[in-house]
């Protein structure tokens, strides 16, 4: 089985630019989820996806992060304009999340973003 | 908010020795709780995890304790091995607000040789 395939791996972006990185989860998984993870920290949630609805982006900074996943598949987590803070790791995860309640995430390798 | 607290946040043990990391949360819902293992460069990998209607769960050297009542969990590694150095997450999944999953801060594992 695949795992969850991200790209690009490594971006360097100077502030006030944008980026957009790219998630495949693992085939047949219903949620999918996008984590910033700053060094030296656990990772934190921006949003979760349920198929292709919104489940919760209660900590995504909504006037420069945008996120979309399309026919429920793959997701795009966009930074527009990028701040020095947002350097970090960005890591996508999928999970079955079966009507059992199966909470198991599945990581991808992550996004590093450096913001000069 | 909810919150995961972990300690410690480094370890550092001899090559055959047992390491215990400590997490407490904060949301009596929660109801799964996961450990992840994440080695330099990659994502965290799931190793194993327990859930609110078990005590304990032992997967060869790796085994978790629950207290719900304390709400504590804690990761036990027996024998450990070079191998095992990485940063481990414990984390706390709760069903409100569709299932969202808090993780702790990381412990920085040293084994050494």
């Known amino acids: 089985e695949a795992g969850v395939a991200q790209s690009p791996r490594y971006k360097i972006i100077e502030k006030r630019q944008s980026v957009a990185f790219w998630c495949n989860p693992i085939?047949?998984?219903?949620?999918l989820y996008w984590y910033q993870q700053i060094l030296g920290q656990g990772p934190k949630l921006l949003i979760q996806f349920q198929n292709n609805g919104v489940v919760d982006d209660s900590q995504l900074p909504k006037d420069r992060f945008s996120a979309e996943r399309l026919k429920g598949v793959d997701s795009t987590l966009k930074i527009q304009p990028a701040k020095l803070e947002d350097s970090a790791v960005y890591l996508c995860?999928?999970?079955?999340?079966?009507?059992?309640?199966?909470?198991?995430?599945?990581f991808g390798p992550g996004t590093r973003l450096t913001v000069t | 908010g909810e919150n995961v607290e972990q300690h410690p946040s480094t370890l550092s043990v001899q090559e055959g020795d047992s390491a215990v990391i400590k997490c407490t949360y904060s949301d009596s819902a929660s109801n799964y709780f996961p450990w992840y293992k994440q080695e330099l460069g990659k994502g965290p990998q799931l190793i194993i995890d327990i859930r609110s209607n078990v005590g304990e769960k032992k997967d060869q050297r790796i085994a978790v304790t629950l207290n719900k009542t304390a709400k504590h969990f804690s990761l036990h590694i027996t024998e450990t091995q070079p191998e095992d150095s990485a940063v481990y997450f414990c984390?706390?999944?709760?069903?409100?607000?569709?299932?969202?999953?808090?993780f702790g801060a990381g412990t920085r594992l040293f084994v050494k040789a």
């Open positions: 085939s047949g998984h219903a949620t």
């Open positions: 984390a706390a999944s709760s069903p409100t607000g569709g299932f969202k999953t808090i």
């Open positions: 995860a999928s999970s079955p999340r079966t009507s059992g309640g199966e909470y198991e995430q599945y």
